[in-house]
């Protein structure tokens, strides 16, 4: 009761000390909460180097990976860029290494700067220290994008775009129909890829080793393109050669066409012996191996005979032993053709003469078959004659 009638009586100063508190306390939200103003608050001051303020202004917010530590003081300008004075809450432990990025909240600006370390280890910044430039990246300024929008846009033909908006709408045409078709048909080309997953990875794994494959014989690709161009470039020059080869190569083709012609037969029967010999040589291949060896070693023998600035010689004059075949000889003046003698063995009996041939080799006792069979005249020739 007492309290209460000294309020009636005094109420007209417990409102205006209400009010009072009212607005100190709103003065203190506003000022620590909105305005982000810590009287209490112990930070330190870090000074970031840029190339440009890319918006930048005072009491923009500084953060860690998005999260906010502190705020920036001023940015001043220098003579190779701008200088910007952060304040940082002291219970922040900021590492010093990274990159600084000036980011924008959104689209309408609200630029502040992010710490985008590589690590969370130290060493972590002091008061006092300074982020060069080098370690600082800013967005492309206004001006910069208008200029580039400006040159893109300059190289844009209003015909070509007229006609592209006509296609478009031509396209179109058929309004959420054809819409629908172009939804379903891409759901069913995934549906499909879907079922053929695994080739699907097998072939972007074989492409990527294509691509690894063309990737190591760039230089190569590189040196086939030069040449492919040095080649264009003699070939355009020789223009007037190729021209006149061009225009001279139908009489020509006629001629060979005539000599072709003239030696149809001829070259039928070439071939024809070539083959024959061609057989001969593949039925002859182990002899021919096993003489190409030996030829080398007998040409290397020769080399032996020279020595000292001189040829060494050594002749033996003792005749060697010879064996008489009996075969025939005919006069080379006769035309026609004779068979040589089927049956043809060496007459020789002397121990000293290594005869060779199947019909020489050791036989047991009552074996006759080394020499002609029976009731053979030695007359014989291969064609019967």
Same mark, same amino acid.
């Given at each position: 009761?007492?309290?209460?009638?000294?309020?009636?009586?005094?109420?007209?100063?417990?409102?205006?000390?209400?009010?009072?508190?009212?607005?100190?306390?709103?003065?203190?939200?506003?000022?620590?909460?909105?305005?982000?103003?810590?009287?209490?608050?112990?930070?330190?001051?870090?000074?970031?180097?840029?190339?440009?303020?890319?918006?930048?202004?005072?009491?923009? =917010?500084?953060?860690?990976?998005?999260?906010?530590?502190?705020?920036?003081?001023?940015?001043?300008?220098?003579?190779?860029?701008?200088?910007?004075?952060?304040?940082?809450?002291?219970?922040?432990?900021?590492?010093?290494?990274?990159?600084?990025?000036?980011?924008?909240?959104?689209?309408?600006?609200?630029?502040?700067?992010?710490?985008?370390?590589?690590?969370?280890?130290?060493?972590?910044?002091? =008061?006092?220290?300074?982020?060069?430039?080098?370690?600082?990246?800013?967005?492309?300024?206004?001006?910069?994008?208008?200029?580039?929008?400006?040159?893109?846009?300059?190289?844009?033909?209003?015909?070509?775009?007229?006609?592209?908006?006509?296609?478009?709408?031509?396209?179109?045409?058929?309004?959420?129909?054809?819409?629908?078709?172009?939804?379903?048909?891409?759901?069913?080309?995934?549906?499909?890829?879907?079922?053929?997953?695994?080739?699907?990875?097998?072939?972007?794994?074989?492409?990527?080793?294509?691509?690894?494959?063309?990737?190591?014989?760039?230089?190569?690709?590189?040196?086939?393109?030069?040449?492919?161009?040095?080649?264009?470039?003699?070939?355009?020059?020789?223009?007037?050669?190729?021209?006149?080869?061009?225009?001279?190569?139908?009489?020509?083709?006629?001629?060979?066409?005539?000599?072709?012609?003239?030696?149809?037969?001829?070259?039928?029967?070439?071939?024809?012996?070539?083959?024959?010999?061609?057989?001969?040589?593949?039925?002859?291949?182990?002899?021919?191996?096993?003489?190409?060896?030996?030829?080398?070693?007998?040409?290397?023998?020769?080399?032996?005979?020279?020595?000292?600035?001189?040829?060494?010689?050594?002749? =033996?004059?003792?005749?060697?032993?010879?064996?008489?075949?009996?075969?025939?000889?005919?006069?080379?003046?006769?035309?026609?053709?004779?068979?040589?003698?089927?049956?043809?063995?060496?007459?020789?009996?002397?121990?000293?003469?290594?005869?060779?041939?199947?019909?020489?080799?050791?036989?047991?006792?009552?074996?006759?078959?080394?020499?002609?069979?029976?009731?053979?005249?030695?007359?014989?020739?291969?064609?019967?004659?």
């Amino acid at each position: 009761m007492i309290l209460r009638h000294w309020v009636n009586r005094h109420r007209v100063l417990v409102s205006n000390t209400a009010l009072v508190l009212v607005l100190l306390m709103g003065t203190a939200y506003l000022t620590i909460g909105a305005l982000r103003i810590d009287p209490f608050a112990n930070d330190y001051r870090v000074t970031v180097r840029l190339d440009g303020s890319g918006g930048l202004q005072a009491n923009g =917010d500084v953060s860690v990976r998005g999260q906010r530590i502190g705020r920036v003081v001023a940015v001043d300008i220098t003579d190779d860029g701008v200088e910007a004075q952060l304040d940082i809450a002291a219970v922040h432990r900021v590492p010093a290494d990274g990159t600084v990025v000036v980011a924008a909240l959104s689209a309408a600006g609200e630029q502040y700067i992010d710490f985008r370390p590589d690590s969370d280890d130290g060493p972590y910044l002091v =008061d006092g220290d300074v982020v060069e430039q080098d370690r600082t990246n800013t967005p492309v300024p206004f001006a910069t994008m208008l200029v580039g929008v400006t040159d893109v846009v300059s190289q844009i033909d209003p015909a070509q775009l007229s006609s592209i908006i006509d296609e478009l709408d031509t396209a179109m045409a058929g309004g959420p129909a054809q819409l629908q078709a172009i939804v379903d048909g891409g759901a069913a080309l995934l549906a499909g890829l879907d079922s053929v997953l695994p080739e699907t990875i097998t072939l972007i794994r074989t492409g990527r080793t294509l691509l690894q494959t063309v990737g190591d014989i760039e230089p190569d690709l590189t040196r086939l393109a030069l040449g492919g161009t040095s080649l264009a470039e003699q070939l355009a020059a020789s223009d007037a050669e190729i021209r006149a080869l061009l225009d001279d190569t139908p009489a020509r083709l006629d001629s060979v066409k005539a000599v072709v012609a003239d030696n149809r037969n001829t070259g039928g029967d070439l071939l024809k012996n070539l083959a024959r010999i061609a057989r001969a040589a593949r039925l002859h291949t182990p002899a021919i191996e096993a003489l190409f060896p030996a030829m080398s070693a007998g040409a290397g023998a020769f080399g032996l005979a020279g020595h000292d600035n001189q040829l060494n010689v050594v002749a =033996d004059p003792y005749p060697r032993p010879t064996c008489d075949y009996l075969n025939p000889t005919v006069s080379p003046s006769i035309a026609a053709m004779t068979p040589p003698l089927k049956y043809m063995y060496c007459n020789s009996t002397d121990p000293g003469i290594q005869v060779r041939g199947a019909q020489n080799v050791p036989r047991p006792p009552g074996d006759d078959t080394g020499g002609p069979p029976a009731g053979s005249t030695g007359k014989e020739r291969v064609a019967g004659g």
